[in-house]
């Protein structure tokens, strides 16, 4: 889930139709902590998944940090590392 970049509408479609339900059944985010760092927004959680027809079960760390710009997203970066993301941004 790291590693790949998506842009715009079209590109956040083709992750989810075809990284997401192509390979899990179930794909939850929960989002636990919120913490703003200038004009970022970090956020803290973990994902839940499981495979499509598959014994395949995750439950990892999960973080985001997005920017909005004008009432959009302008850019968003996930992690499976919550300190990476914090010193990304700088913390």
Do not use: C
């Not at 083709?14 to 929960?30: G, K, P, R, S, Y």
């Not at 973080?63 to 302008?74: L, Q």
């Amino acid at each position: 889930m790291e590693g790949r970049s998506y842009h715009g509408h079209d590109g956040i479609l083709d992750w989810w139709n075809n990284e997401i339900l192509a390979a899990w059944e179930v794909f939850e985010v929960h989002p636990q902590q919120f913490e703003q760092v200038g004009d970022k927004l970090l956020v803290t959680g973990r994902w839940k998944a499981r495979g499509i027809g598959s014994r395949v079960e995750l439950d990892i760390p999960a973080s985001w940090v997005i920017e909005v710009r004008d009432g959009k997203i302008a850019y968003w970066q996930t992690y499976t590392d919550h300190e990476q993301a914090r010193r990304d941004v700088g913390i």
